[in-house]
């Protein structure tokens, strides 16, 4: 599998700040870059994902940033929230399946 | 729909011996991933079926890992004989549309291996 890397490991945000998550990728067969959301205890579940197509893809508070020839794309979660603390995966996918980042442990403090 | 279950929650086992985890995909779905987490390794994709036929099964660590999908509502991935190392949290995921959809992931299978 193609590796999906990933940036910070650990993150720590004030209430209200803009927290961001990188990530690089080297499969240029991916067509497919969802971001997951994990809380302690659950699996993760899909938050945003975005297609090569566009540069960019926003809902709510989440923006995804695509670019696509530098391979990199990044997670913005803009006014963090206590409740948006989780690890956030970043992936790619394709053909052969999803490839996960590390992950980021995003804590947001009050 | 009840989203993906998995058995058992939490597995304890002593090393050597023989696990069996399960997983009942969503109904409809056509495609079931198994993943393993771990704090070093983050989130590893195992093995993954569609229509029941293994597909990819390059991310089983060795031969002691086998999975199964015998039919389109049950799999099972089962280590024998299990190890120390092996201990983790096992997640399995189904949808439609493989790598490039919505993955719907069960809630894991924490298991500790003695």
């Known amino acids: 599998q193609q590796q999906v890397k990933q940036s910070p490991q650990s993150l720590i945000v004030q209430k209200g700040g803009i927290s961001i998550i990188n990530c690089a990728y080297e499969?240029?067969?991916?067509?497919?870059f969802p971001w997951y959301q994990q809380f302690p205890g659950k699996g993760p579940a899909l938050l945003i994902a975005i297609r090569p197509d566009v540069s960019e893809k926003k809902e709510g508070r989440f923006t995804i940033s695509f670019n696509k020839s530098a391979k990199q794309f990044s997670l913005h979660i803009m006014d963090s929230q206590p409740g948006d603390s989780a690890t956030y995966f970043c992936?790619?996918?394709?053909?052969?399946?999803?490839?996960f980042g590390k992950g980021t442990h995003l804590i947001i403090q009050p | 729909d009840a989203g993906v279950i998995q058995s058992p929650r939490h597995e304890v086992t002593e090393m050597g011996q023989e696990v069996t985890l399960r997983c009942k995909p969503i109904?409809?779905?056509?495609?079931l991933f198994w993943y393993r987490q771990t704090m070093m390794r983050g989130l590893e994709l195992l093995i993954y079926?569609?229509?029941?036929?293994?597909?990819?099964d390059s991310g089983m660590p060795e031969d002691r890992f086998s999975a199964k999908m015998p039919n389109a509502s049950f799999s099972t991935l089962k280590i024998q004989p299990s190890e120390p190392r092996d201990s983790a949290v096992y997640f399995c995921a189904s949808n439609w549309r493989g790598g490039r959809g919505t993955q719907y992931f069960g809630p894991g299978t924490r298991l500790t291996v003695l």
């Open positions: 109904s409809g779905h056509d495609y």
């Open positions: 079926f569609n229509n029941n036929v293994p597909i990819d």
């Open positions: 992936s790619g996918g394709g053909a052969d399946g999803l490839t």
């Open positions: 499969n240029t067969a991916f067509d497919y």
